[in-house]
């Protein structure tokens, strides 16, 4: 297994602002995910973050809303932008252990005011 | 990837047996059968895989029969930190697989 943190587990931002959310995973991962958890619902991929290459997007997520940074094996960081308060939700990372095997951080709290 | 179907919500009381059942009628040749779990406030945890017949690990057992339709996840003599969502995902086990998670099934369990 691996162990994965998350920082900040929650915040309360207001709308148009940015926050950064930062993954660390205990060893070295190639396929790190991203995905968003909105409330009362289940989980939906923004993007996947290999370490040395751009994130790849699932459809309705882009770049410039969800710029996703990958410096090395261990870690990632989501920034979601020019928040809304439909932006509010729960994001967690997690890392690929193997075919549908992935190993979930806590995720953190998003609200937007 | 399969599609499938799962009860939106259960109900148990502790001590018992909960079976929850996923069916997957399309499911492939080449696919697998695999549940998360998702405490409150927690990101989803993967309790077990199989690919036909029965499975059991320390946290659960998994029957599927033989025409793989279906399968249930079988929890033995819940506890009330047994209350949870779970997802059941079908897919092929070779290679990368995007985790495409439904509404799983809410369980509750109660004293």
């Known amino acids: 297994s691996a162990v994965i943190s998350q920082k900040p587990s929650r915040d309360i931002c207001q709308r148009g602002t940015s926050l950064t959310i930062q993954c660390q995973v205990d060893?070295?991962?190639?396929?790190m995910f991203w995905y968003r958890q909105q409330p009362g619902q289940s989980l939906t991929l923004i993007a996947t973050a290999n370490q040395g290459s751009e994130a790849t997007y699932e459809s309705g997520f882009v770049i410039d809303k969800f710029p996703i940074s990958r410096p090395n094996l261990t870690f990632s960081t989501l920034t979601v932008s020019n928040m809304s308060p439909e932006d509010s939700s729960i994001y967690l990372c997690s890392v690929y252990r193997g075919p549908y095997e992935q190993y979930f951080g806590p995720g953190t709290r998003l609200t937007v005011t | 990837l399969a599609k499938t179907t799962q009860p939106i919500s259960m109900d148990s009381y502790e001590g018992q047996e909960v079976n929850i059942t996923c069916s997957h009628n399309?499911?492939?040749?080449?696919?697998?059968i695999t549940w998360y779990q998702q405490f409150p406030s927690q990101g989803p945890r993967f309790i077990i895989q199989g690919y036909k017949t029965k499975v059991t690990n320390e946290v659960a057992s998994l029957f599927i029969p033989a025409d793989r339709k279906s399968s249930t996840l079988s929890l033995p003599r819940v506890s009330l930190s047994d209350t949870a969502v779970y997802y059941c995902l079908v897919g092929p086990n070779t290679g990368f697989q995007k985790l495409v998670f439904g509404t799983g099934t809410r369980l509750l369990v109660s004293p």
């Open positions: 060893s070295q991962v190639t396929m």
């Open positions: 399309n499911i492939a040749t080449n696919d697998y």
